[in-house]
């Protein structure tokens, strides 16, 4: 592939399978969008509580094919139009991303085309180069996933600089183990959301994320407070609001990213903001987000909410980053349970 012309759009095929989302899309020149399939395994995740590594393979086995076959057809293109193939090698469930690897290998090999790696992570960045065709670097990153959560300087296309990140539980992590003590179904994060609307953020959790130096997050305190409140409650046996606790966490759980994003611009003097993973779904964080960078000023991008979840757009976006550079990987290419931010 050392000589490989390259084409100013190319058409790229993306897969994801590092959770429980099998996914494949068709994007040209790394910015437009030309199909979406997302085939989700969370329903029957749903039953378990929470993603079962072992169910997570054999959901990804049986729909990776039917993903990518849907992806190529609603794009309206044959296998052959295909210019390079994307896939996530990593961060996430090992098993679930050799599905996606190995199908990705074959693939590829069998067009002659190039393979590409891509980072999870850096594909949720990547999201927002779909979402505003115009963005260029440098923007602040705020990534809040459910296995991440980072303030970054987006530097180039190519180069991420991390401010902080997360001591301990990433921030979708921490919603989801909260909705679990607050009885409520996996997906916790979106669930929390839907309660929340229903009630009052007054309850007072610890500001100690907010007082803590630089760009770092502590999610593990805000959890236990948690979890303190609704067992101080329980055995007392005095009432309390499950949906006033959901309001009150999300605040403090979203405040923190809002502002340490912000500070991150002004100091930085960068003008904008791209917001990725999961968590950026929330409407909660979406509003205030917007808000607050309109206050300074800042311009913010937001994806769409179904390019803020799991998805393979996001990575055949990031693909694009790696085509141009000729970044290519090889038959040898293997799964990574876990790959650094920067
Ligand atoms: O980015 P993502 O789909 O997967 C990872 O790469 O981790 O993020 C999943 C996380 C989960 O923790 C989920 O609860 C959270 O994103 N999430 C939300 C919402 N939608 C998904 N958290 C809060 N509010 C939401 N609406
Ligand atoms: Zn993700």
């Given amino acids: 592939m050392k000589n490989l012309p390259l084409k100013e759009e190319p058409i790229i095929l993306g897969i994801e399978s590092s959770c429980d989302e099998t996914a ?62 994307a896939v996530t090698y990593g961060a996430g469930l090992l098993g679930a ?59 180039s296309y190519e180069s991420l600089k991390v401010l902080g990140g997360t001591l301990d539980d990433a921030v979708g992590e921490a919603f989801d183990k909260t909705a679990r003590v607050l009885g409520l179904p996996y997906p916790g994060g979106p669930n929390i959301e839907k309660l929340a609307k229903e009630g009052e953020a007054n ?63 002004l100091e930085y003097k960068i003008d904008t903001i791209a917001v990725g993973g999961g968590v950026a779904a929330n409407g909660y964080l979406r509003d205030m987000i917007t808000k607050k960078c309109g206050y300074k000023s800042i311009k913010v991008v937001l994806p769409p909410k179904i390019l803020c979840t799991d998805n393979a757009s996001m990575i055949a976006a990031e693909g694009y980053v790696q085509y141009i550079n000729r970044n290519f990987a090889d038959l040898s290419l293997n799964a990574k349970a876990a790959v650094s931010l920067s």
């Fill in 203 to 265: 309850i007072s959790l610890p500001k100690m994320l907010k007082n803590m130096g630089g760009y770092n997050f502590s999610y593990s305190g805000l959890k236990t407070a948690v979890i303190n409140y609704v067992h101080n409650k329980e055995q007392k046996g005095e009432s309390f609001s499950k949906a006033d606790v959901a309001a009150s966490f999300q605040k403090a759980a979203l405040d923190v990213l809002c502002d340490k994003a912000i500070e991150a611009a």
């Fill in 24 to 85: 494949a899309s068709v994007v040209k020149g790394g910015r437009e969008i030309l199909s979406s399939v997302i085939i989700s395994s969370a329903l029957e995740q749903a039953k378990y509580g929470g993603v079962v590594p072992e169910i997570a393979s054999r959901a990804h086995t049986d729909a990776v094919s039917h993903a990518v076959m849907g992806a190529v057809c609603e794009a309206g293109i044959e296998l052959k139009d295909i210019d390079a193939v």
């Fill in 97 to 155: 991303l050799l599905v996606g690897v190995s199908y990705a290998k074959a693939l590829a090999f069998s067009l002659s085309v190039p393979l590409i790696a891509v980072s999870h992570i850096r594909g949720h960045m990547a999201a927002a180069y779909l979402a505003d065709k115009e963005l260029k670097p440098p923007f602040i990153g705020l990534l809040a996933s459910g296995g991440h959560t980072a303030v970054t300087v987006v530097e």
